[in-house]
Every structure is written in C-alpha cells, then in structure tokens.
C-alpha cells in the first residue's frame, strides 16, 4: 500500500471535517437551513476577502469566475491592459479575445513579472484603456506579482484593475478594499481546501460603477442579478450546495487559525520548500517574488521534468504537477497551499531526493529535509 497525497498547485487536499460536513443529507437551498449557512458564509467571506463588499459564490471554477469579471465590467471593443508572465495571463488575453476586447500586452518572460511601474506607464500612454488585469500568484510560474503596485497605478484613473487570486485568496495577504484592487476572482479547489466547482466574484464600487454600461453578452454569469439575490441571502440559481456546506466549515477553521496566521503558515511552507529543493541543487523557475501557494522548479540538466512527475506518481502515489505550455518538460511544481503543514513539505522534499536518485541523479539524501527542517526550526 502507498498513501495517497496530493501535492498539486491545486485542486488540494480537502481536510477531513470539511468531507464529513460535506457528506451530510442534502438540503433545499430555499429553506431556513440554507439561509442561516449562507448567512455565515457571506460574512466570512468579505472577512476573507478583506472587502465590506458582498463576495459572489458561483457555481462554475476559477476560469468561470474570471469569464464572469469580464463580461460584467467591459463592453465590446474596449481597451485593456493584461499582465502576461504565465498560462494564466494567457488566460486573461484568451478571454478578452472570445469577447472582442481590444488587448495590450504587458508581457514579461515566463518566471519573470511585470513591475508596477510599467503598468503605470500604460495607463499615463493610453488614457482610455477601461482595464488591467493581472494574476497575483501566478500558478504557472510560481511568481507572485506586485498586485499593491498594480492598484496604485490604476487608482486615479478610469480602468479597473482585475485580479486573479484563484491561487492567492487565503494564502498571500490581498487586501481588497485596503489596497483598491477592483475586482477579484478566486476559487474553491486552492487555498479554500474545497472540491473543484464554485468560483468567486468580489467587486469594489468603481467596478460596480462600470457594470452599469457594460454591454458584452451575458446570461448565467451576470453578476448584477446574483448581487441583487446575494443581498437578500439568496442565490439566483442553484447553489453547488455541498460546497458551500464544506465553506462554512473552511471559514471556521481559517478563523480559528487567524487569517494573518494563515499567510504566515503559507510563507514558511514556502520557504521551507525553496531552501529543501535549492540545497538539492536545483534552481526555482521563479525570478522574481515567489509565490507562497507553490514552487515550480527547473529540472536537473537532460532530466525531462515530466520524468519526474511520473516518478513521483508511479513509485510513491503523489500528485505533483509539471510545466504547461512552453514550460512542459522543464519545470515541476510543488504545491503547498491551503490544507498544507510543515510535514507535507517534508514529504514531497524527501520524495524528491528519492525521485531525483531513481532518475540516476547524484543526491546527498537528507539535505532537502534537513534545509526545510531548518528553516521550520527558526520561529523567528
Ligand atoms: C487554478 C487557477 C485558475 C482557475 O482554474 P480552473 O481550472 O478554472 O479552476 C485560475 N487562475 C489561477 C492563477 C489558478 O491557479
């Protein structure tokens, strides 16, 4: 027998009294029942996303939620500006392209970011561009990018600024309200520890402002409907109930650690991560910011990176995940977000000491664990 584990930047682990809660007899999302979960859910919620706004659930992943942000914000033909340093930010200019949007590239090599002051300049040069959208953790890469810096460069004007925060939300600090981020999107399979299936739509007021002329097509994603049911502590069409029933659990758990704790589990398994596999000699895709929610890692010389995965799956049952796009074949990425602690890092750290040696690269056994120890070891 060998133990499952799921060591992937998403979907993650589901912690266990979430399945129990999960498991329960399903309840009518019009009933008394529902109402007082959905009660509780909806504060948490803007505890989470740090917003006084109300955070829309919808039944759809992460990439619904961003199809949402759009058709909600922007109208055909409209001007935006989109930061392009991974799969995800391909994303974002995939989904502007299907809705006709007019599209400028801030494009920075894969690993890399896109400084805020570049953002700036975009829209101090082009007056009329209506939005900037940017991932904050960028899963493809394992970048965090500058999303404070993209919110001080487009307050003042009249774009919006749209992050992804799938891989983010309740593992990176993002202040929506505090830092004026505009809209925000995350998803319940990351940082959540939920199944797949329901995605997140927060919106400040200059985005609820700029829903009012938006004219490209929309129908179940309409935000402004579900905004008018949420208020009433409904939902506009049927809830992934269970899910929601697994939330209300999740948010009593990330209140019970405390949400700055949360960010600082996050940044030690992160860093725990990055020193086990640096002091294995292998190098992190990320140059600039890393992100929290996981490492990508460059593989060995003339050891495909995919090897490696299938390793890792067929010998000892983990789920990691490689490189997408340009990036298959040369990186692997560690995910350590959301139902993740110190012995998680361990594990995938001394699996890949024995991944690497099965690969018939030299390892000095123990010194990825020994490096993550370390660093668990300073509480500072
Ligand atoms: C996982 C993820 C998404 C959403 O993907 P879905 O498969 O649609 O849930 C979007 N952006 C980022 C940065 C992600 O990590």
């Not at 300049?121 to 082009?126: K, M, V």
């Amino acid at each position: 027998m060998k133990k499952y584990q799921l060591m992937a930047p998403g979907p993650t682990p589901v912690p266990s009294e979430v399945l129990l809660a999960m498991a329960q007899p399903m309840i009518h999302h019009r009933t008394p029942e529902y109402e007082a979960l959905f009660t509780e859910v909806r504060a948490g919620l803007k505890t989470l996303f740090q917003t006084e706004q109300e955070v829309l659930p919808l039944a759809c992943s992460g990439t619904g939620a961003m199809e949402a942000a759009v058709v909600n914000t922007l109208s055909t033909g409209d001007r935006v500006a989109v930061v392009r340093a991974g799969k995800f930010g391909e994303r974002w200019i995939e989904i502007c392209k299907a809705y006709g949007l007019d599209i400028l590239e801030l494009g920075a090599p894969f690993g890399e970011t896109v400084p805020a002051a570049r953002v700036a300049d975009a829209l101090r040069r082009e007056p009329r561009l209506r939005a900037v959208l940017a991932q904050h953790s960028e899963s493809s890469t394992g970048v965090l990018h500058d999303v404070r810096g993209y919110a001080a460069a487009t307050r003042g004007t009249d774009a919006i600024l749209i992050v992804d925060a799938v891989s983010s939300l309740g593992i990176a600090d993002l202040p929506m309200d505090a830092w004026g981020v505009d809209v925000v999107v995350a998803g319940s399979q990351k940082g959540l520890m939920l199944p797949p299936g329901v995605g997140f739509c927060a919106l400040g007021e200059k985005a609820w402002a700029q829903t009012k002329t938006s004219t490209l097509p929309k129908y179940y994603l309409n935000l402004t409907e579900e905004k008018r049911c949420v208020a009433k502590n409904e939902a506009h069409f049927t809830p992934a109930v269970s899910i929601i029933v697994g939330l209300r659990q999740v948010l009593r758990m990330l209140a019970r650690e405390g949400v700055p704790n949360v960010f600082r589990r996050h940044d030690r398994l992160a860093r725990a991560t990055r020193a086990g596999v640096e002091a294995l000699g292998l190098a992190l895709f990320a140059k600039a910011t890393p992100s929290p929610a996981l490492t990508a890692v460059v593989a060995p010389a003339g050891v495909d990176s995919e090897r490696i995965v299938a390793v890792y799956s067929e010998a000892h049952n983990i789920t990691i995940a490689g490189g997408q796009g340009e990036m298959k074949g040369k990186i692997f990425r560690l995910g350590h977000m959301g139902y993740a602690a110190e012995f998680d890092v361990i594990v995938a750290l001394a699996a890949l000491e024995q991944v690497l040696a099965d690969l018939g690269q030299p390892v000095d056994f123990g010194a990825g664990v020994r490096a993550a120890q370390k660093v668990f070891a300073d509480r500072a």
